[in-house]
């Protein structure tokens, strides 16, 4: 990243500065052939000008050149830069889902992930390389009029420290805050707009689609003034650029005249020192947009590293500890509550569940029986007690390494847009068209696929919209079902489905797999019929139904 900033600077400042070759030599040149014209024939054929015609067909063509080139290595740049923060950005989200994400908005999530991460690309492309080119060719432009005459130097000099404090001046107060509240305003405006679009028919349905209009049109108003102010400011820090410009012009102009009159300047420098001037503020007008770019990617910034944590901190890790077979699970003596909450989901509970057993955990709704799940990926941290998977704690594991001995189908699972095949190639990439038949077979979807004109190809829409609840629900059992990991833990598998069809659901299942370690959340009596064993969740506490409490 080091080469690109510093290639494109170089080809920035070459870009600057053969543009201000370009028209420093231009009024050298219509002066020069001029006076030359005036002067008579003999003069005009003593001027040579194909000096300086050559000299200002080669700075245009390298302006064109690196004009082009810079454009090129900043964007190749800016694209690498912002594909590294992105990549940064998800590996410093994933791992706080679910826990650590619950007061996140998902809009706003996006947002943090696409929008300032892009912000903060600006920082490279709109705010350091325009800021650092001003700083280096506008020494460069000093050190040129200083070898044709040093008080017009001396000007030029002060005319663009001038306008570079006008520009931090004009900006300075009020660019931070302004910033702040655009990034703010438009993060918000994000995530309601995302929210409404993730859950139309629940909006339309409640009546609340007005209600969601109005918010989204308060929000955009209150964002449009701030890009209202925005503009406003810059406009005016560009103003005083201009500004700046004319009056060290007009300074030059003076001090070249009088250098004229006495003699130590030629009068094509003259033009040629003017339109150094106008050459030289090129560089300085981009300043005023630089310190917005600034102003917001320093905002972008601190809100990303405020969900994401500080990016000095990112250590080597050290590798999750693997579980080993047998791929038992304890809960020993664990307490667990939500933050916020006063009753605990779970009291000081220990219970095992050993490998190859069939459990069924049930109790009423609210209980807790999917807040185990939580707990066993280390979704959650409990307050007291270790969760062990496998001999190792599942804090120490990660989720990700568990879910390749643990396959969920969860109680809300998502369906991504797209057939079905690949919803199922989501469980298991290797799946085989055969694999994935009989998985849809064992999940009590075989006849309704075989129905389907495009079979595994038949696209579900977003979410799964083209699929009933219950055909939803069995199609994550089947993408459980893919995944060749030693443990099943099926969330409310038969809710929704009538008696025989459920019975049939179970049997497959128990058939499928019969060495698998399955467990599943429930209050049908037809799955705890199949299962060895039935825990029973309430109060805080776990017991085997009709034993005694589990609570250490
Ligand atoms: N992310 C969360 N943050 C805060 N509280 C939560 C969260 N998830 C669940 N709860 C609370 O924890 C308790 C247990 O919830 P859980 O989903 O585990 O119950 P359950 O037994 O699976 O219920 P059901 O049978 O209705 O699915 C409930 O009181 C619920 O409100």
């Known amino acids: 990243m080091r080469g690109h900033l510093a290639l494109s600077l170089l080809l920035a400042c070459m870009a600057g500065l053969a543009n201000f070759g370009l028209l420093f030599l231009s009024g050298w040149l219509l002066a020069g052939a001029a006076a030359a014209g005036l002067a008579g024939q003999a003069a005009a054929r003593a001027f040579n000008i194909v000096l300086p015609a050559t000299g200002v067909r080669f700075f245009a063509m390298v302006r064109i050149g690196t004009r082009y080139l810079e454009r090129v290595v900043t964007h190749d740049g800016a694209l690498r830069l912002t594909s590294l923060l992105r990549s940064w950005t998800y590996s410093r989200l994933a791992p706080q889902a679910p826990a650590g994400l619950v007061d996140a908005r998902g809009g706003d999530l996006l947002g943090r992930f696409v929008a300032e991460t892009d912000q903060i690309t600006g920082w490279y492309t709109d705010a350091a390389i325009p800021t650092l080119r001003a700083l280096l060719c506008g020494i460069v432009f000093v050190g040129v009029f200083a070898c044709v005459l040093p008080m017009a130097a001396f000007v030029l000099a002060c005319g663009l420290a001038v306008a570079a404090l006008l520009v931090w001046a004009l900006t300075a107060p009020v660019t931070a805050r302004l910033a702040a509240r655009s990034v703010n305003e438009r993060a918000g405006l994000q995530a309601t707009m995302a929210e409404t679009l993730q859950n139309l028919g629940e909006n339309m349905t409640l009546g609340a689609m007005p209600a969601r209009y109005a918010a989204m049109a308060k929000q955009q108003q209150g964002l449009n003034a701030v890009h209202r102010r925005l503009a406003v400011m810059e406009r005016l820090a560009a103003g005083g650029v201009t500004l700046a410009m004319f009056v060290t012009a007009f300074v030059v102009l003076v001090c070249a005249a009088q250098a004229l009159q006495a003699g130590v300047l030629d009068a094509p420098e003259l033009p040629m020192l ?112 270790h969760v062990l998977f496998g001999g190792v704690d599942v804090q120490t594991t990660g989720a990700e390494s568990l879910s390749r001995f643990i396959s969920v189908a969860a109680q809300d699972s998502y369906l991504f847009a797209g057939s079905m095949r690949d919803n199922l190639r989501l469980a298991n990439p290797d799946a085989t068209q055969a694999e994935m038949l009989a998985a849809l077979q064992t999940a009590c979807l ?94 805080g506490r776990v017991w085997p139904e009709g034993g005694a409490d589990m609570k250490s």
Not at 461 to 479: D, H, K
Not at 483 to 505: K, M, N, S, Y
């Open 274 to 385: 003017v339109l150094g001037v106008l050459a030289a503020f090129d560089v300085i007008s981009a300043l005023p947009t630089a310190r917005l770019a600034a102003a917001r990617a320093q905002v972008a910034a601190d809100r990303l590293t405020q969900r994401c944590g500080d990016p000095e901190q990112d250590q080597g890790t050290t590798a999750p500890a693997q579980p080993q077979a047998p791929y038992d699970l304890v809960l020993d003596a664990v307490s667990f509550s939500y933050p916020g909450a006063d009753v605990p989901v779970f009291d000081r509970v220990s219970l095992s569940i050993r490998q190859g057993e069939h459990v069924a955990i049930v109790g009423p709704s609210g209980a807790g029986k999917s807040s185990l799940i939580n707990l066993l990926f280390g979704f959650w941290q409990p307050q007291a007690g």
């Open 446 to 539: 075989g006849t309704f696929v075989a129905s389907l004109p495009d079979g595994l190809d038949t696209l579900l829409g977003n979410e799964g919209l083209r699929l009933s609840g219950g055909q939803a629900r069995r199609l994550s059992i089947a993408q459980a079902l893919l995944r060749p990991a030693p443990w099943l833990v099926l969330d409310e598998p038969t809710q929704g489905l009538d008696a025989a069809t459920a019975q049939a659901l179970m049997a497959a299942l128990l058939q499928a797999r019969p060495e698998a370690t399955i467990v599943c959340m429930t209050h049908s009596q037809d799955v705890q019929a199949c299962m060895h064993r039935v825990l029973r969740v309430e109060g």
